[in-house]
């Protein structure tokens, strides 16, 4: 079975200082990987993806990941915050079977963003 | 394009009815998933539909069923409403075969 694991419930950084939220996978089977952004009142929006090309995984408004195999993450990160950057963000699993539609979420970090 | 979009946007039962949710996928799109998202959790897996089939189940009772229709769109309907079904519940399109999924806004529901 898959899964993913959040370190982190909350995260809270000032506004122009580093994003890091931590991701690590557990999968018997080479994983694609998923980080996802909530705003408040809204569904999910992809922010980036991992599917087995480069490990260094560039995404939207400014976000990356980077997959490490040898230690079962993907971790995301932004090298400066800004305040529309608060809000809820998910990692997620699938494997490879199925066209990966079928994803394992984590429990989500709350990002807050401090000026 | 047309996003996903999900009707109703909020809803509230009591314990022991039925509910129908319904979703329309992005154009273009022929799969649809269905998520729960409890409280301050992380969406988890109710099912998919590919060719108005399911095709992948999560850990769900049989109450929890869906239709995919024609069009792509589709459904959820779970019966015998319990208080934990209180949840917001995301629809997702993609092309099957595909690995990225576009989340509608989502409809939450409240069992009194």
């Known amino acids: 079975a898959q899964s993913v694991t959040q370190l982190g419930s909350h995260v809270s950084v000032s506004e122009g200082a580093l994003v890091l939220l931590r991701c690590n996978y557990s999968?018997?089977?080479?994983?694609?990987l998923f980080w996802y952004v909530q705003y408040p009142n809204q569904g999910l929006q992809l922010l980036l993806k991992y599917t087995s090309a480069a490990t260094l995984v560039k995404g939207i408004n400014g976000f990356e990941a980077e997959f490490k195999k040898s230690e079962t993450s993907f971790h995301l990160t932004k090298p400066s915050a800004h305040m529309r950057d608060a809000a809820e963000y998910f990692c997620a699993v699938s494997d490879r079977g199925g066209g990966g539609n079928k994803l394992t979420f984590g429990t989500g970090t709350q990002l807050k963003v401090e000026l | 394009e047309t996003g996903v979009t999900q009707s109703p946007t909020h809803l509230i039962k009591t314990r022991g009815q039925q509910v129908t949710l319904r979703c329309s996928s992005q154009s273009g799109h022929n799969t649809v998933s269905w998520y729960q998202q409890a409280l301050g959790q992380g969406p988890q897996f109710i099912f998919q539909y590919y060719r108005e089939e399911e095709n992948g189940r999560g850990n769900f009772p049989p109450r929890f069923s869906g239709l995919q229709f024609p069009n792509y769109s589709s459904e959820l309907n779970v019966n015998a409403l319990e208080l934990d079904d209180s949840a917001l519940y995301l629809c997702a399109s993609s092309l099957a075969g595909a690995n990225v999924l576009t989340f509608g806004a989502g409809s939450r529901l409240t069992v009194l």
């Open positions: 999968s018997s089977v080479p994983p694609y």
